[in-house]
């Protein structure tokens, strides 16, 4: 369906910044749960909006109704881990978005979304700075849905500036061409 087109998996943590979500107004946009706590600050909305949690429809559900909603609950992809239970929003979206047949996804907003190192052992180990690499077992997990994309001609790129997601390529939001897409040029 968006063979030829790019979208964005915007998440809603650490790094992102109002101005950038405010580029993204007229772009096709996949995000999930927390991401409304932007809405009264930015005229965003995503395109597509997955439900994985139920606690964030409290409160957001008049946001939520208006938008194509995909509902996650009681979907098991793989069993989760505790290094996994962070990480399946993103890997839920990136498969949506494979799915529609986008050729390029940036992904966007998800540094800091592990607050602790997971061991092996599902224990979560904290420090002064609170800022921790995904664990392994995640990141194998994306280095997969790279190759599959790779393998489609599907393009992956990292907005994040995090090493752990260091297997897709990175790019800034000003390498990113948005003049077909500005709401408003400068004049």
Known sequence: KFHGQRCFIIGYKEGVKLD????LFNEKCISYNGICKFFSK??????QYILSNAEHYLGNGKYIEAMDC???SNVTVFEHSEALRRVDDLYIALQLALYEGFSEIYIYGFDGIY???ITSYDEALVNDEKKYDYPEE???LLKNVKT????????IYNMSGIDSL???ESRTIDQIDFSTTKLLSKI
């Open 42 to 47: 930015t005229p965003l909305r995503p395109t």
């Open 115 to 117: 607050d602790a190192q």
């Open 166 to 168: 260091n297997m897709f």
């Open 138 to 140: 995640a990141q194998t």
């Open 148 to 155: 599959y994309a790779s393998s489609a001609g599907v393009s």
């Open 70 to 72: 995909f509902v996650a």
């Open 20 to 23: 950038e979500l405010n580029l």
